[in-house]
């Protein structure tokens, strides 16, 4: 053992003199060193040095003293011009007084009318009730349009329709199966589109450049396509990938199972506000307490590929006693859940970013005053 | 060496990895504006669990209803709409077919006659699209002939587990009501429930009555009377309708008199040479003593709700204001500064509020402004409204209104602090100088 121990020493410690004496590491530094950097400076240096003196000096020696004297000579001429203008603010002044008192007599009136009487005119506002679920349904029209131009060839202008559950668009590919998930959710994405800011950005960049990334793992989903298409059909006829971005990338007639998994773009202001808009249209507080109308309520928000509300639970809560913070929060998650029922419109490409939604109620501008 | 830097390097990528993944965290977003609608409910007819229940299923369904919807702040769905029947108390509820009608709250219950005799009530409450109960199922027995103050108590539970405040239904109303010509009135005190049922005549109309007022425990009413030709206060208990006259000092007019939360203090106006102050007095010994000394009329007094301070109505600035002083008497503070007249403060059961008359312009207006006399704000105009009394809950305001002319009569009104959902009160004749008793037990 130890003479195995010492040759091995002797072995190492020889190797690694020579890899120190060796020259291992002077060839690398020779190459760095390049003389002719510093055998350029020296003479170019003067002669870089005398072309900048040179223009320096010849601008400031002719420049200033001819332009300055003829500087002076068309200002004296300018002020004896000066003096017709005077003629200009007579006029105006004339004019404006006229006008000003009779504006000002009007509105005393108008002002006194309304305050006497707008107590009485509150009452007739309980018969706007369930004014809201009908705009939530005009964003459905609008995805004909974005679904027609691009994938001109597909049949998806009939998948408007939410809830069917059996779309038909790409029947060319798979001969086996010709219903696939992709179509059935045309319509929800199309619905992001209502917001008018979040167009461009959805075209240009997220969904075309996100999707070769998303091709290598449907090497293995490629299998369980087949499978998924008959067992989870009646489960999530709802929760299908986005259609418009899948439908471009048809060629591989893959299900998209796994087009959600990579994060996509961040969520657009529009996209957000959409949201937002949605969410607020059923948070009710007309029935709170005032209390309650003190409490800012923070959930959390779990939601399903689908753009239903898995789960709603309360974070946080501010400004009010126990029972108002209940009442607070039940009220918020009635808004989540109310108006999540159909699934809110947003883009599946982005689920990353939604699947976990905090959301903070703030009644604010809604107390009584 | 190297080996150790690029395995610290390998485990630097993986540990980063999923982390800068995460690093946007969930989507924050914020909701500061909502609306502001009646909430949509459903209230199936009760479930008749013996024959012997069966009238009273649907009426108790109606006047649950009725005291629902008469907030303004609820929509009953029609029974027309109903997807299903809630066929038995205990079955479970099918959700979605509530949550179809877009009904938000639904209140089941089950009705029977037990072998006493004795009407048995059961409920529950649900967030039909959360899934579950609002609170826990109650039962409540009681005597068939008052169905209607179940029915009451019911709506105030329903009401208060949805808003998070207590309810006003279970409650009752004193007022003056008036009968024959504006010149030749005939007023007797009348009782009733607070949405007109159950009335009864607690005196007859031999003598001109004024301003009732109930006690804290809703048992007593204080109430002025002209029965011996001057005004004279009077406690009357409800249940036996007898009476007796508050000792007062010869010589003096006694009148607006308000009972402090204790039950034993009464604060009253009296007048005497002219003059007339705020007194209080202690209705079990009758000892009295004086609030206010000033040259001006004060009257009107009105306790805090934890009876420490006493807001009242005084001149003392040339015309009449608002001023709250301590119950014990003291340096009154003013608190109304608008234009116009300010009178018959009344203090907001939950203390937050004063309810005032404000005449100003040819004008008269109900409002509410906070005890320090910011945030005023005027719920009603027309040719006379007058005399405000809080609900129990401190939500609801109910008035006297007055239409104009020989013909014009007198009646009660309601509206929310919030300025939303007045309307007239149900009356047989004539109403005035309503009073709201606090809920019974």
Redesign the interface.
Known sequence: MNTGQIISGAGHLALIGWALLGGVFKSEPLPFEVTEVTAISGEEYAALIAPQEAPETAMDVTTPEAPEVEDTAPDLGSEADASPEVSQPDVAETTSPDESPEVTEVMPPAE?EVS?????L??P??D???M??EPAEKPKPRPVERVAPEPVAQPEPDTQVDDVAQPETVPDETSETPREETDATAPEEAATEIVTEADEPEQAAPSTSRRPKSRPPRSEPVETVDTAQEEPAPQEPKTDNSSVNDALAEALGGGGTGAAAP?GP??TRGE?DA??VA??????????????LQVTVVV?VKMGEDGKPISVNQLSATGGSG??V???Y?AA???V??CG?KGFDLPRDKY???????????????R?? | MMKQFLTLLMALAIWAGPLS?QS?????????????????YAVPDFVSENGAGAEFGRNLARVIAADLSGT????ELPQEAFISQITSFASPVQFADW?AI?A?ALITGSVSVDAQGKLVVRFRVY?V??GQE?GQGQQLVGTQEGWRRMAHKIADQVYSR????GGYFDSRVVFVSETGPKDQRAKRLAIMDYDGANLKYLTDSSAIVLAPRFSPTGDRILYTSYETGEPRIYVLDIASVGRRVLESQAGTMSFAPRFGPDGQTVVYSQSQGGNTDLFAMNIGTGASNRLTSAPSIETAPSFSPDGSQIVFESDRSGTPQLYIMPASGGEPRRISFGQGRYGTPVWSPRGDLVAFTKQS?G?F?IGVMRTDGS?E??????FLDEGPTWAPNG?VIMFTRETQGAAGKASLYS?D???????PVMTDSGASDPAWSPLQN
């Open positions: 006194a006497d009487e707008a107590p009485e509150t009452p506002s309980e706007v009730a369930v809201v679920p994060s961040p969520m957000k949201l937002r969410v607020k249209q059923c948070w009710n507080v007309g029935s709170l307490s005032t209390d309650a959390t029972a108002a209940n009442k607070a039940e998650r009635r808004a859940l109310r029922a990353d970013h939604w699947r976990d939604i905090e959301m903070t109620f703030n009644p604010e501008k809604m009584i005053k | 993944a946007t965290g969930p989507l924050r977003i914020e909701i500061d504006e909502g609306v502001i609608e009646p909430l949509p303004g702040l609820f929509r949550k877009n938000q967030d699209f959360a609002l949805i808003t998070g405040e312009k004008r207006h945030e704000r005027l719920l009603t105009a027309s939500r509206v602090i919030s300025g939303r959902n007045l309307k």
